[in-house]
């Protein structure tokens, strides 16, 4: 289309007005354009954080950009969640994080502000199951003896957790549930305090992820009486899952990580990233540094919403059961 009526020389400023704001709209619309940062819930050092890091690492690759990791410790992981959710949902604030302050700790802690609602969920990155386990002063040796030594003796054993409220917590009271047993949680601040007073014969059971577990049992320091998810872990195949009891059917909980971002984070954003995390995921490469932590690799086809409401409404049971409130 011409104008005639445009002088030539208005013509020709025009035309290099639109030459110079051409790619300026183009790289305004380019994602992504500058480094991303993934929010930590934690400090630097534990699965969470490895978890997000060896993300951060494989997701940059695949993006183009520098990818940072920004740990904000506190309250379970909450305060990174909730900045995380806070952010601007424009695709350069994503977040890393776990069951603990995903699904759980709205459901324990009554002044947790954010909700499931206030993420887009992008995808399902890996798990790693829990461990039950016993201490050598206990003298049991697997499941079939500890269901028996603790019904024999409600009330007189306990098992610990790494504190109120969390993962690890909920799977020992599942097990307390589904085979019905009467024993006394006790939460400790860290894995550190748990592991000493468990291979010191000062409590009896305890709970670990498994990646935290796996040395002081491979070293002889406690008993491995069964994982918690459906299934034995590919990492250690000569440990029972609790599920195949016939007391503790159905028993399926594991520690797990997912990739979000804010609310309202634009469709085509989150199919970029969406797509971005499917190609790691499909990494050999990214497969073998997630299994050195302990962790199995998501199948990169896992439905991330209903995924995340049906693990919900398990935690939701298992805290109503256990009248878990703090």
């Known amino acids: ?15 290099c007005a639109l030459a110079l704001l051409a790619p300026a709209a183009f790289a305004q619309g380019a994602y992504p354009a500058k480094p991303i940062t993934i929010i930590v819930g934690y400090p630097a050092g534990g699965s969470t954080d490895l978890t997000g890091r060896h993300v951060g690492d494989a997701l940059g690759k695949q993006l183009g950009v520098p ?29 890393v994080g776990a069951n603990n302050e995903v699904a759980i700790n709205k459901l324990v802690t009554k002044n947790v502000k954010y ?48 504190g109120v409220g969390t993962a690890l917590h909920l799977a020992g009271e599942m097990v307390k549930e589904r085979a019905g047993l009467f024993m006394t949680h006790i939460p400790y601040r860290g894995v550190a ?18 990646s935290s577990g796996l040395p002081h049992i491979k070293a002889g320091k406690v008993v491995a009486l069964g994982t918690t998810e459906a299934k034995r872990s590919p990492l250690t195949a000569d440990i029972p899952a609790l599920g195949e009891h016939k007391q503790l059917k159905g028993m399926d909980i594991g520690s797990w990580f997912v990739l979000m971002g804010p609310a309202k984070l634009p469709d085509a954003v989150t199919a970029k990233l969406k797509t971005a995390l499917t190609e790691v995921l499909k990494s050999p490469d ?17 439905a991330i919403g209903p995924f995340l409401q049906s693990e919900i409404a398990k935690y939701q049971k298992i805290v109503q059961f256990a009248k878990i409130e703090q």
């Open 1 to 15: 289309m011409s104008f005639p009526h445009l002088s030539r020389r208005t013509r020709l400023l025009g035309a």
């Open 67 to 95: 990818v940072v990791i920004e740990n904000v410790g506190g309250a379970g992981g909450a305060i990174g969640a909730q900045k995380a959710a806070n952010a601007a949902p424009d695709g350069y604030t994503l977040f």
């Open 115 to 162: 909700d499931l609602k206030d993420f887009t969920p992008i995808g399902l990155v890996a798990s790693q199951p829990m461990v039950l386990v016993a201490s050598n002063a206990s003298g049991v040796k697997n499941i079939d003896e500890f269901i028996a030594k603790v019904k024999a003796a409600p009330g007189k054993y306990s098992y610990g957790s790494s």
């Open 193 to 210: 305090p748990l592991t000493n007073d468990l291979v010191g014969g000062n409590l009896e059971f305890g709970v670990f992820v498994l």
């Open 286 to 302: 990214f497969r073998k540094k997630m299994e050195a932590t302990g962790s199995t690799v998501a199948a990169p086809d896992v």
